[in-house]
């Protein structure tokens, strides 16, 4: 221990990391930026849309579209938080983040991410109280209950973030300070460390388990009613309005937590690391872009609020200026 404690003193602390990017090949560098530019256009323009029309048209001032509100308001700060970095990194040779930066940038991350995590979790159970028990679904979802599971979102994804956050802080960083990934991810900050990464490491799983499992397990169970629900409806009308309110749901679920597991749960391989990249562009940049695309394009409640907010524009007449 004092051994590895004078090697890491006669080295010099990072204050700085190199960000490799998404890929170190020049003749895609552009094309990738232009593709990366309009999924942030798309991505930006979507969910300012959504959110705007839940806004604006009250017979979307429900419960189910108060949980959307809140999910395509952290895809929208979400966008924000590495891909303006990652445009960086295509038009420029050395991709250069401060080691504030980058610890904002890893705070930031964990928090959207685990708050997205607990906002479907809470749409699962929405869904499921509104099939399962129509009659009590206006006292069950509340405007003070759907609040109470939107604040417990945010202070769970807030403390898991300041968990990740202040262990990263705690490691020492010294000479190498390349990390292979287009933004700062808990695990290829911890490959760079030089001090004992074991307790921060464990830290990580519990909170990662933690989110993983607890959400995974409500939305489960809360699928499996809403199933065994179905199944014993008399009329396949209902079975056809129970699917088609839990289908956009269902879809982004599959998204998020698909391309999340399958960027994390890897062979530990450098012949992994192009994969993990891959992933991992599905749940931070094409998850984002599409639930918008998903939620408007399957719900005739949103389209009817596109089209009656068209009208009211249509309607409106230009002020003339004497």
């Given at each position: 221990?004092?051994?590895?404690?004078?090697?890491?003193?006669?080295?010099?602390?990072?204050?700085?990391?190199?960000?490799?990017?998404?890929?170190?090949?020049?003749?895609?560098?552009?094309?990738l930026?232009?593709?990366?530019?309009?999924?942030?256009?798309?991505?930006?323009?979507?969910?300012?849309?959504?959110?705007?029309?839940?806004?604006?048209?009250?017979?979307?001032?429900t419960?189910?579209?108060?949980?959307?509100?809140?999910?395509?308001?952290?895809?929208?700060?979400?966008?924000?938080?590495?891909?303006?970095?990652?445009?960086?990194?295509?038009?420029?040779e050395?991709?250069?983040?401060?080691?504030?930066?980058?610890?904002?940038?890893?705070?930031?991350?964990?928090?959207?991410?685990?708050?997205?995590?607990?906002?479907?979790?809470?749409?699962?159970?929405?869904?499921?109280?509104?099939?399962?028990?129509?009659?009590?679904?206006?006292?069950?979802?509340?405007?003070q209950?759907?609040?109470?599971?939107?604040?417990?979102?945010?202070?769970?994804?807030?403390?898991?973030?300041?968990?990740?956050?202040?262990?990263?802080?705690?490691?020492?960083?010294?000479?190498?300070n390349?990390?292979?990934?287009?933004?700062?991810?808990?695990?290829?900050?911890?490959?760079?460390?030089?001090?004992?990464?074991?307790?921060?490491?464990?830290?990580?799983?519990?909170?990662?388990?933690?989110?993983?499992?607890?959400?995974?397990?409500?939305?489960?169970?809360?699928?499996?009613?809403?199933?065994?629900?179905?199944?014993?409806?008399?009329?396949?009308?209902?079975?056809?309005?129970?699917?088609?309110?839990?289908?956009?749901?269902?879809?982004?679920?599959?998204?998020?937590?698909?391309?999340a597991?399958?960027?994390?749960?890897?062979?530990?391989?450098?012949?992994?690391?192009?994969?993990?990249?891959?992933?991992?562009?599905?749940?931070?940049?094409?998850?984002?872009?599409?639930?918008?695309?998903?939620?408007?394009?399957?719900?005739?409640?949103?389209?009817?609020?596109?089209?009656?907010?068209?009208?009211?524009?249509?309607r409106?007449?230009?002020?003339?200026?004497?």
């Amino acid at each position: 221990m004092p051994m590895k404690r004078m090697a890491v003193e006669n080295v010099s602390l990072v204050t700085q990391f190199i960000l490799m990017g998404l890929t170190n090949k020049p003749e895609i560098q552009m094309p990738l930026f232009f593709l990366f530019l309009l999924n942030l256009v798309v991505t930006v323009m979507g969910n300012l849309i959504l959110i705007n029309l839940i806004c604006l048209n009250s017979h979307l001032h429900t419960p189910m579209y108060f949980f959307l509100f809140n999910l395509s308001f952290i895809d929208l700060c979400y966008s924000f938080v590495f891909t303006p970095k990652m445009l960086m990194s295509f038009n420029s040779e050395r991709n250069i983040i401060s080691f504030a930066g980058c610890m904002a940038q890893l705070f930031f991350f964990c928090f959207f991410v685990s708050s997205e995590c607990y906002v479907l979790t809470a749409m699962a159970y929405d869904r499921y109280v509104a099939i399962c028990k129509p009659l009590l679904y206006t006292v069950t979802m509340s405007p003070q209950v759907c609040s109470l599971l939107m604040s417990i979102s945010y202070i769970m994804g807030f403390a898991g973030a300041m968990a990740h956050t202040g262990c990263m802080i705690k490691l020492t960083f010294c000479d190498s300070n390349i990390i292979n990934h287009y933004m700062c991810d808990v695990f290829p900050l911890l490959q760079l460390s030089c001090s004992n990464t074991y307790a921060s490491e464990l830290l990580v799983f519990i909170i990662v388990g933690t989110v993983v499992i607890l959400s995974s397990l409500i939305i489960c169970m809360s699928y499996a009613l809403i199933l065994f629900n179905i199944l014993h409806m008399p009329s396949t009308k209902g079975w056809s309005k129970a699917f088609s309110t839990c289908g956009s749901h269902l879809i982004t679920v599959g998204l998020f937590y698909g391309s999340a597991l399958l960027t994390h749960i890897k062979p530990s391989s450098v012949e992994s690391l192009g994969k993990e990249k891959f992933f991992s562009v599905l749940y931070t940049n094409v998850v984002p872009m599409l639930n918008p695309l998903i939620y408007s394009l399957r719900n005739k409640d949103v389209k009817l609020a596109l089209k009656n907010t068209l009208k009211r524009i249509n309607r409106e007449e230009p002020v003339v200026l004497p």
